[in-house]
């Protein structure tokens, strides 16, 4: 099975531009997360999308939001970006959104707001 | 609310010693735990689950209820095992909460 693959991998944008991330979970999995890393605060979350609707929220402003499709792929978006917005940003996916799943995590997507 | 805390930023061991890496919970109700692993370069990954109560790489987790902690341990650490582990909780929320995680180093 192909793992998680998310794109672009690297990415620099500058202030107040917005940004859209891409995530394409594991075949079969309904579930996709969205996670913030940083060497500061270490793995936050930021969304679950299951069946397109988001299931969870984390403590994030508005300015980050996400989608999920009909076959399962998500998008994540930033508007108006600040430089706190550097991260490397992890997408996961599970079979369903239950608590004892195991995560598969994408390696990521590095943003640098300049 | 439920929180996760790994109070070493940094564990650093010699080739056989053995390796005890912390991990304290906060929530109320009976938590999911769990153990991901980071090596260099590689991908976050699910090391052990409690519900499993398995041995992975030579680790292993006790969920203690009383002193809510799921410290991960295993007795003779092997230069293989420097990588970040981060310890895990999901509640009744779902909503997994991941430690600030340790840095595992083993030196020869």
């Known amino acids: 099975k192909a793992g998680v693959t998310q794109t672009p991998r690297y990415l620099i944008k500058t202030r107040g531009q917005q940004v859209t991330l891409s995530c394409s979970p594991i075949s079969g999995h309904r579930s996709v997360s969205w996670y913030q890393q940083t060497p500061g605060q270490g793995l936050q979350f930021l969304f679950e999308?299951?069946?397109?609707?988001?299931?969870n929220k984390g403590n994030f402003p508005g300015r980050f939001s996400g989608r999920q499709f009909s076959n399962s792929r998500s998008e994540m978006n930033v508007s108006t970006l600040e430089l706190g917005d550097s991260a490397l940003y992890l997408c996961?996916?599970?079979?369903?959104?239950?608590?004892?799943?195991?995560?598969?995590f994408g390696p990521g997507t590095r943003l640098t707001v300049l | 609310a439920q929180r996760v805390t790994q109070p070493e930023k940094l564990l650093s061991v010699f080739k056989g010693a053995p390796v005890e890496l912390k991990c304290n919970y906060s929530y109320s109700g009976s938590p999911e735990l769990f153990w991901y692993v980071q090596y260099s370069r590689q991908r976050l990954q699910l090391l052990l689950r409690?519900?499993s109560r398995e041995s992975i790489k030579g680790f292993t987790a006790d969920l203690n209820k009383g002193e809510t902690s799921f410290h991960l341990k295993k007795p003779f650490a092997q230069e293989e095992d420097s990588a970040m582990y981060y310890c895990a909780l999901s509640g009744g929320s779902y909503i997994p909460t991941f430690g600030r995680g340790t840095s595992l180093i083993v030196h020869p």
């Open positions: 409690h519900i």
């Open positions: 999308y299951f069946s397109e609707t988001q299931r």
């Open positions: 996961a996916s599970r079979q369903d959104w239950t608590s004892y799943n195991e995560q598969f």
